[in-house]
Structures are given as structure tokens and as C-alpha cells.
């Protein structure tokens, strides 16, 4: 729905200020809406680049995570979720919609103990046409 992309707009924008803070003391970590909303964004590599220039001096690498994670690695992950999810949420004052287990890049969960293969249950609702003319 258009208020879910409005949403997540919101998210992401604030999400990439975390991530182009020097100073923050976390890795932040997308949920799935912002991580779509990126995967959006990052596939016209010239506007992400000048984007990531004029906004932060530099470019901002996606890093996935992988499936080969160690179970000390997803909890630190996942904590690192839950203080993205905290400092959106103060960023956007948006409380109810960032979802509740981490997900990155529709190949794993970062949630401790999850073994669900997020990979294939996962819908793809902000590729194409309406994400990026919210991005333009």
C-alpha cells in the first residue's frame, strides 16, 4: 500500500543516516521493508553513489549477511536490529511497523536460533516503478 511505502521511505532515509554516522557505536541493521527499499536505491549505482556523496561524504556499502553466520554473530546482529529499530523509531516517530525479526537481504535470518528459511517465504513488495519514483 502506498502508507506501507511511505513508511518505509521514512525508515530507510533515517536508516541511512545511521548507517553515515561516523560516530555511531553499532553496525546498523535493516529490516526486511528497509533493506528492500535499499536494494531499490543501490541497483542505479550512479544516483546511489552521488546520493551517498552529497549526503555523507562517501559511499555506504551494503554488506549482506550470510547464512554461515555463527551463533554469537547472529546475537550481535540481532542486538544491533534492535537498536536500529529504536533509533528509527526516535528518528521517524513511526513505533508499530518495523518488523519484529531481522531479516537482510532475503537469503537468512539473523534471528538467534531461527533455522526458517526466510529466503523463499519472502514477497519482494517495493521492486520497481513505485520505489524508485520515491527515490528520485
Known amino acids: 500500500s502506498d502508507d506501507r511505502l511511505d513508511?518505509?521511505?521514512?525508515?530507510?532515509?533515517?536508516?541511512?543516516?545511521?548507517?553515515?554516522?561516523?560516530?555511531l557505536e553499532f553496525s546498523p541493521v535493516p529490516s526486511a521493508?528497509?533493506?528492500?527499499?535499499?536494494?531499490?536505491?543501490?541497483?542505479?549505482?550512479?544516483?546511489?553513489g552521488k546520493d551517498c556523496a552529497e549526503l555523507?561524504?562517501?559511499?555506504i556499502h551494503h554488506s549482506p549477511f550470510g547464512a554461515d553466520m555463527s551463533a554469537q554473530e547472529k546475537t550481535e546482529a540481532h542486538q544491533n536490529f534492535l537498536k536500529t529499530r529504536e533509533a528509527i523509531q526516535s528518528a521517524t516517530g513511526i513505533t508499530d511497523s518495523f518488523e519484529a525479526a531481522a531479516r537482510c537481504c532475503r537469503k537468512?535470518?539473523?534471528?538467534p536460533?531461527?533455522?526458517?528459511?526466510?529466503?523463499?517465504?519472502?514477497?519482494?513488495?517495493?521492486?520497481g516503478f513505485r520505489a524508485e519514483q520515491k527515490l528520485q
Open 7 to 23: 513508511i518505509a521511505e521514512a525508515q530507510y532515509r533515517a536508516f541511512l543516516s545511521l548507517c553515515g554516522n561516523p560516530g
Open 113 to 127: 536460533g531461527s533455522g526458517e528459511d526466510l529466503a523463499a517465504t519472502r514477497e519482494r513488495p517495493f521492486h
Open 56 to 59: 555523507f561524504g562517501r559511499f
Open 108 to 111: 537468512c535470518s539473523i534471528y
Open 33 to 48: 521493508d528497509v533493506d528492500e527499499f535499499w536494494h531499490t536505491h543501490i541497483t542505479d549505482t550512479v544516483k546511489y
